[in-house]
């Protein structure tokens, strides 16, 4: 590939990395990543990724923004409230950096079009804000064998965690149902540092770019939870669940479900 | 002494860091594995700089050449992919 002389310039601190060089820079440019949301997780994932310079950078989000969303949301601002978020965030991120194809999608991730939409991509990054979404989004990459960068985040505690199909855990083999609802309060209810958000979407957008790069330890069968009152980062090891109901020897999901209507049941 | 025949030559001239070891290392890049790279600059700085840098990657300087007043000449051999 060869880089216009404003790309040299644009991308020149990655270019100079032993681990990243031309080539490196040229595996960004072609990465295609869909990223579930463009909230909390998402402003800093996309904006991130967006000024790396990767090839395609999918959202979706059905959301408007709110002005209680600003206090951690950075892609969007005072002037975009009521606009989408994926409309938002694709406006920043094109300020940021034109050779990026942002792809927004305004409408819902269901289990009847989630395979069709991440077919095209080769990661995943959820930074989903419900319990039914991020069993759907971790079903359909174990399905679909795409590897997936998980974040989470309330009040001052973050988790991230890398699951790549076929070689490692995924999210039901660490947690293998959902929580019944009301159990784990939402952010809407128990609130959030507004910094939380970005330090773990960075830590999600630096795993994204470590798998496009091939390079380092990524996160797989491992949860790294970060505590930020504390300062700490924990490492806590997860084995992969032979008997997972999704990705186990014999599983019994073989197929999307109804999450949201499992969740509300039980 | 033996002539060294580069394979490659740039001309980085009027460039400066770190633009002169980004332009190098592209062209590095892009050549085999025991092939030569001739690299012509002014920044005197990148005389320096460029042949740690290029060390540090895993390749050889084989020559650092002040020419005249203004200009350099490196000959840096490729030696890792």
């Known amino acids: ?266 | 002494m033996e002539e060294i025949v580069s394979d490659k030559k740039i001309d980085i001239k009027g460039l400066k860091c770190p633009y002169t070891f980004v332009k190098s290392k592209l062209a590095i890049e892009g050549m085999e594995k025991g092939q030569v790279l001739e690299i012509l600059l002014d920044y005197k700085e990148a005389s320096n700089s460029i042949p740690k840098s290029m060390e540090a990657h895993g390749h050889k300087v084989l020559k650092v050449e002040n020419i005249n007043d203004t200009d350099w000449v490196l000959l840096i051999k490729k030696e890792k992919d």
């Open chain 1, 1 to 266: 590939m060869d880089f216009t002389e404003d790309q040299i310039m644009r991308y020149s601190r990655h270019i100079i990395l032993p681990e990243v060089g031309g080539k490196g820079q040229e595996k960004i440019a072609k990465a295609k990543v869909f990223m579930i949301g463009a909230g909390g997780l998402g402003c800093p994932v996309g904006y991130y990724l967006t000024a790396a310079g990767v090839g395609t950078l999918a959202m979706i989000d059905n959301d408007d923004v709110e002005l209680s969303n600003l206090q951690r949301q950075i892609a969007h601002s005072t002037n975009t409230i009521g606009m989408p978020k994926v409309e938002s965030a694709q406006a920043t991120f094109g300020a940021l950096n034109p050779d990026v194809n942002i792809v927004p999608l305004k409408f819902r991730l269901s289990k009847d079009n989630i395979l069709d939409l991440i077919a095209d991509y080769d990661i995943v990054i959820d930074g989903s804000d419900n319990f039914p979404t991020r069993y759907l989004v971790n079903d359909a990459c174990v399905i679909a064998k795409k590897p997936l960068v998980s974040g989470a985040i309330l009040r001052f505690e973050g988790h991230v965690t890398t699951v790549l199909p076929g070689d490692g855990h995924c999210y039901r083999c660490l947690f293998e149902e959902m929580p019944p609802p009301g159990l784990v309060p939402s952010c809407q209810e128990a609130g959030v540092l507004g910094v939380l958000p970005g330090i773990i979407g960075g830590l999600q957008a630096m795993e994204t770019l470590k798998l496009i790069l091939g390079k380092g330890d990524v996160l797989k069968e491992t949860l790294l939870i970060y505590d930020a009152l504390k300062t700490t980062f924990r490492k806590v090891k997860v084995r992969k669940n032979p008997e997972c109901p999704v990705c186990g020897d014999n599983p019994s999901i073989k197929e999307l479900q109804d999450y949201e209507a499992n969740y509300c049941s039980s």
